[in-house]
């Protein structure tokens, strides 16, 4: 069974290509706009295309019978059209979150099979407080009460993964909103990375300019969406739906932490 991944070179896609090779899949097709920079596996059949031109997609969907997704607003329509078009019969779609909402839709009507996934914030987002912890081990921020249960990118690939290797017509029809194993504060979350990188981690509160000066650098205007965001986040419960998709727990916060020390030291 052939098996497209779009955004195969993107933070999520890449990670979707590898574990597929995990759990032993050997006829994956990759989408690129690049193949010959893509530097993917050996047995990666790698085919030029982005999901914003859509008119690049018929030839990497030849022949698919499964796919994932990170769907592109722009485009979603015209990329479901087409999957449904060469005869793809299931699709795992990156497209569950507040924000996600008309994507979701568009899945949701596409004619497809489908299991769509989704998640709060990603345990891969505290990166950006990686500057302040090596310099002050401390994390300024404006919202410490903010609870979250973050999620790895590398979780959200192995579900991925594994709804796309073994197909079970139960999760059909599903919207996944993936989570980490905890509910924690932004406090909490800060303290956890120093107890995966080996150091006490503190937080100080500071107002909402400097919070947004300190990752300007890093993430542009973005940084006040990010910040309005959080201002109006509810409470998020932590769930068990890595652990029931996959068999293995999802990562912790001093888990991912301790993976990726280098960030933060």
């Known amino acids: 069974m052939t098996l497209l991944v779009t955004g195969a070179t993107g933070n999520i896609g890449r990670r979707v290509v590898d574990q597929l090779i995990n759990l032993g899949c050997n006829d994956i097709r990759a989408l690129t706009t690049n193949p010959a920079k893509a530097a993917l596996p050996d047995g990666v059949a790698a085919v030029t295309g ?13 022949g698919v019978r499964a796919m994932y997704l990170a769907p592109l607003p722009s485009t979603v329509d015209a990329t479901l059209a ?4 060469a005869g793809v019969e299931y699709v795992v779609a990156l497209s569950g979150g ?3 909402q008309p994507q979701a839709e568009a899945v949701a009507a596409s004619g497809i099979a489908h299991t769509q996934i989704g998640a709060g914030e990603f345990l891969d987002n505290y ?3 990686g ?7 401390t994390v300024r921020e404006p919202y410490p009460d903010v609870v979250q249960a973050p999620v790895s990118m590398d979780d959200i690939a192995r579900v991925a ?6 197909p079970d017509p139960s999760h059909r029809s599903r919207m996944y909103e993936l989570t980490g194993p905890q509910a924690l504060t932004r406090v909490q979350i800060a303290e956890q990375i120093g107890v995966g990188i080996g150091v006490d981690v503190t937080f100080a509160v500071c107002g909402r300019e400097q919070a947004e000066q300190a990752l300007r650098p ?3 205007d973005e940084v006040r969406w990010y910040y309005d965001m959080l ?14 998709l996959t068999a293995t727990p999802a990562q912790t916060v001093a888990q991912w932490a301790a993976a990726n020390a280098d960030v933060f030291r």
């Open 50 to 62: 982005y999901l914003g031109r859509p008119e690049t997609l018929p030839a990497a969907l030849e």
């Open 82 to 85: 087409l999957a449904r078009a």
């Open 98 to 100: 507040a924000h996600w």
């Open 127 to 129: 990166a950006f407080w």
């Open 131 to 137: 500057e302040q912890i090596r310099t002050t081990r």
């Open 161 to 166: 993964a594994v709804l796309l290797a073994e």
């Open 218 to 220: 890093m993430m542009g």
């Open 231 to 244: 201002a109006e986040h509810p409470p998020q419960s932590a769930n068990t739906l890595v652990a029931d």
